[in-house]
């Protein structure tokens, strides 16, 4: 079995404990520790497939989405919620975190740190989380992104980088949203 299929495994087993984000953040740990046993078994990405990078996802059920991606560098991507816990895992390069809140009044949504996550890190994000991401430097990003429930489908948001107001989700506009990052 794959690591990655033997990482599905594990975390369809633990979608529904009560304390799956730690869990799945434990085994996300153990499966970036072996960074070209995924590599070997990850569908192949092309990093500049589009302005956001490629994606593919490994699994998807009611409760649980498993995906690999490869962050292309220099290109600032638009904040974006899940609507549910997201733990991310790094395998190749960093993932440089911008987080927002929600606030009452527009913007919809303000700057509120940043985390930047190199491989063999991970980091876990709850369900109102907001962040926007770019990979670090000018190397590509690889990471394994794990959700606790049906991405694909769930109703979210996407911010418009100048207004930072609300819009459903639509992978398109994503597209058009991502911007060369700022020297
Ligand atoms: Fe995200």
Same mark, same amino acid.
Request: proline content about 8%; overall charge negative; aromatic content about 6%.
């Given at each position: ?14 979608? *529904? ?6 869990? =799945?953040?434990?085994?996300? +740990?153990?499966?970036?520790? #072996? ?14 497939? @589009? @302005?956001? &990078? ?18 292309? /560098? ?11 816990? #997201?733990?991310?895992? =790094?395998?190749?390069? &960093?993932?440089? *975190?911008?987080?927002? !809140? ?10 509120? &740190?940043?985390?930047?996550? !190199? ?13 926007? =991401? ?14 606790? &429930? !049906?991405?694909?489908?769930?109703? +979210? ?10 819009? /459903?989700?639509?992978?398109? +506009? ?5 911007? /060369?990052?700022?020297?």
């Amino acid at each position: 079995m794959s690591v990655l299929d033997d990482f599905v495994g594990q975390c369809r087993a633990l979608a *529904h404990s009560p304390t799956a984000e730690n869990e =799945i953040a434990a085994a996300t +740990r153990d499966l970036i520790t #072996a960074p070209d046993a995924i590599k070997a078994c990850a569908p192949s990405l092309n990093p500049t497939a @589009s @302005s956001g &990078g490629d994606e593919a996802t490994i699994f998807e059920d009611d409760t649980l989405t498993v995906m690999v991606l490869a962050t292309p /560098p220099g290109i600032d991507q638009p904040p974006h919620d899940h609507e549910m816990s #997201a733990i991310i895992g =790094i395998y190749g390069g &960093g993932e440089v *975190h911008r987080f927002y !809140r929600r606030v009452e009044s527009e913007p919809a949504i303000v700057a509120s &740190g940043g985390k930047t996550i !190199r491989a063999g890190e991970t980091l876990t994000m709850g369900p109102t989380a907001i962040h926007a =991401i770019a990979a670090e430097g000018d190397e590509v990003c690889y990471a394994v992104h794990t959700y606790l &429930g !049906r991405l694909s489908t769930v109703e +979210r948001s996407l911010f418009n980088p100048d207004t930072l107001l609300p819009e /459903p989700m639509d992978l398109a +506009r994503y597209e058009q949203y991502c911007r /060369p990052l700022a020297p």
